[in-house]
């Protein structure tokens, strides 16, 4: 099935848009291309809401089509922004019909890379370190994790979801080994800068940090934060404003 217009979906095409790059704040590029094969930037808040629109669709697999307004409730965005978002990748939906979920899927996956295997390695193997490297969601992503490394000789040598944990003052020959192009930080606060100075160094090119402290990277680095005490603290200040 191919891709045309909801009845209010014109008005939110942006002019001049066909994609195969995502660029991201600092320079990192996805997605598809124009007709003229040039690379288009999708906004960073679009990309953002791109995974939740997949996850939305993942959950209507038995179904051949899905409304703009079905789908925009599942990934809980308006229906006005998900087409918005959409129209940025080329997509349209079907004038009183909807969205063919199985192209819409391969449509976005395409975009967010889904389909290329990337080598992660992991930094910090405690608590969290641990779970996330036992976390078999990563691989359904196509992230693989080519090596575990952490400071505590306790844990070197010891083996975590099949792989043996590795000193972290071999990070850098680690990364070049595995020729992992991704770096996850799950590191103290005073030490992740070293550690995101070493993965850089070593050729890494993102990095998704669990560290509460802003990270300091060249440009054509991406950082991601994922800081939970800063999202507890958002959720206790909406609680007591409620």
Known sequence: MGETTEPDEADARPRSRGVRGVRGSRGALAGR???????????DTTVERLPGYLHALEAVRDVRVVTSQELARAAGVSSAQLRKDLSYLGSYGRRGVGYDVAHLERQIGDVLG???????????????????????GLAERGFEV????????????????GIVVEPVDRLAQ???????????????????????????GAGVSALLTFAPRALRVPDGVTVRQVDVASELLILAYHDAHR
């Open 114 to 136: 889904v389909g290329t295997t990337r080598r992660v390695v992991l930094v910090g193997i405690g608590y969290l370190g641990h779970a996330l490297a036992s976390y078999g």
């Open 174 to 200: 680690v990364v070049r080994r595995t020729r992992a192009t991704v770096g996850v930080i799950a590191v103290p606060a005073q030490h992740a800068q070293d550690v995101c100075d070493t993965l850089v």
């Open 146 to 161: 080519a090596a575990l490394v952490d400071a505590d000789a306790s844990l070197v040598g010891t083996s975590v979801a």
């Open 33 to 43: 291309w124009s007709a003229a094969d040039e690379p288009v930037e999708v906004p």
